[in-house]
């Protein structure tokens, strides 16, 4: 009998794997979802977590040279694009949490358990790139600004921090779920 205590932090955690996938697969990759959308004369650009747009695809990345200068492409903003990498770990994790989840929700309280507690970590990596990349992106969007250029946040921002809520959701249902029935009911003869 499936436990319907652990049934919300199950979806929760889904989405939240979900919204890590897409905002994963940003630019340059997929195009419509990007973490930074810029226009420095007439050139667009779109940013996501292996790159930009035009750019191959790889962990850590500078900006081009169009966008910035010496000051965006110093040794700190390229370990901030390094840790961009942290976006497909958090949707790995909630993965995993997902399908601790589908143990917990079908068979076992301990799926459930170990669901609140990926679910957690998964959690907090994503509040830590959710920080990590809002002041990169940030600081790249006044630095395009500030030399007449058009800087914007992008979708990906929001999917992040839909997943960083999802994800905060999931780990009190999944801690919730916990203590729920998990015990199959007899029938009465």
Request: hydrophobic residues 35%.
């Given at each position: 009998m499936a436990a319907s205590a652990a049934l919300p932090g199950l979806f929760f955690t889904f989405a939240a794997m979900v919204l890590l996938i897409f905002a994963s697969v940003s630019t340059p990759t997929w195009n419509a979802v990007s973490f930074l959308n810029t226009n420095v004369?007439?050139?667009?650009?779109?940013?996501?977590?292996?790159?930009y747009t035009g750019s191959n695809t790889s962990v850590g990345w500078y900006f081009p040279t169009g966008i910035a200068d010496s000051e965006l492409n110093n040794g700190l903003f390229h370990n901030l694009t390094i840790a961009l990498i942290l976006v497909p770990i958090a949707a790995g994790l909630s993965g995993l949490a997902f399908l601790f989840g589908l143990c917990g929700a079908s068979y076992h309280r301990v799926g459930t358990v170990f669901m609140s507690l990926v679910s957690a970590l998964a959690c907090l990596v994503t509040l830590v790139v959710w920080i990590i990349e809002m002041s990169l992106f940030g600081i790249a969007r006044n630095h395009v600004r500030e030399r007449g250029g058009y800087a914007q946040y992008a979708n990906a921002n929001w999917l992040v921090l839909g997943a960083l809520i999802a994800l905060f959701l999931g780990f009190f249902a999944s801690l919730c779920g916990i203590f729920g029935s998990y015990r199959s009911k007899r029938a009465a003869y």
């Open positions: 004369d007439g050139v667009s650009t779109h940013f996501g977590v292996f790159g």
